[in-house]
Each structure stands twice: as structure tokens, then as C-alpha cells.
């Protein structure tokens, strides 16, 4: 394979990885280990909101696991909620420019 090539097939596999983080908001088929329904968000954003932070958008969900960015303190935070509604935080991000 040419380095042209190479390139094109690398650049395609990253732009590939991005889809799912891009569309988790959006959701998967139904049927797929991707997929939640609107009561499912519901309940991971509420407990988010219990745990004292104000949950932005899906990230990603895999397996019954919400994977949200949120806010708390002026800071923001990756969250990991689990089926069970226990929130488990990032340390904080950096703050983006």
C-alpha cells in the first residue's frame, strides 16, 4: 500500500471513530447495544442532576452506560452513568479557548 494510500485509510478510520460521539445524541438503531430510549436519558440526566451537576449532551452510550459531559462548579466534567444510577466524574477539563 502506497503511503497515499496509507493516509486516505487512516484518515477515513479516525473520521469513522468520531461518527458515534457525533451522533450519540441523536441514537442508535433499536436492537443495537447502542441504542437507549428517551426514558433511559431521562434517568441518567436526572441522576446527573442529583449528583449536582447540569448534564449537556450524550457523548456516547454502550451496553446501558450514558457517557455525558456536564457542568459543575463553572467546571466541566465527562460523566460515566451506569444502568444502576451511579455517577462516576472525570477529574475537571480544561477549560477550551
Known amino acids: 500500500m502506497t503511503l497515499s494510500k496509507l493516509s486516505v485509510v ?6 469513522a471513530g468520531l461518527v458515534p460521539a457525533l451522533s450519540a ?3 442508535e438503531l433499536p436492537g443495537t ?3 437507549f430510549t428517551p426514558a433511559q436519558k ?3 440526566f436526572d441522576a446527573a442532576t ?4 447540569t448534564p449537556t449532551v450524550v457523548e456516547a452510550f454502550q451496553d446501558g452506560n450514558f457517557f455525558l459531559t456536564a457542568r ?3 467546571q466541566s466534567y465527562e460523566l460515566t452513568v451506569v444502568p444502576s444510577g451511579q455517577v462516576y466524574p472525570s477529574t475537571p477539563l480544561a477549560p477550551t479557548s
Do not use: F, I
Not at 10 to 15: D, N
Not at 50 to 53: I, N, S, V
Open 42 to 44: 431521562v434517568r441518567a
Open 10 to 15: 487512516c484518515a477515513g478510520l479516525m473520521l
Open 25 to 27: 445524541d441523536g441514537n
Open 50 to 53: 442529583k449528583a449536582g451537576y
Open 33 to 35: 447495544v447502542d441504542y
Open 72 to 74: 459543575k462548579g463553572g
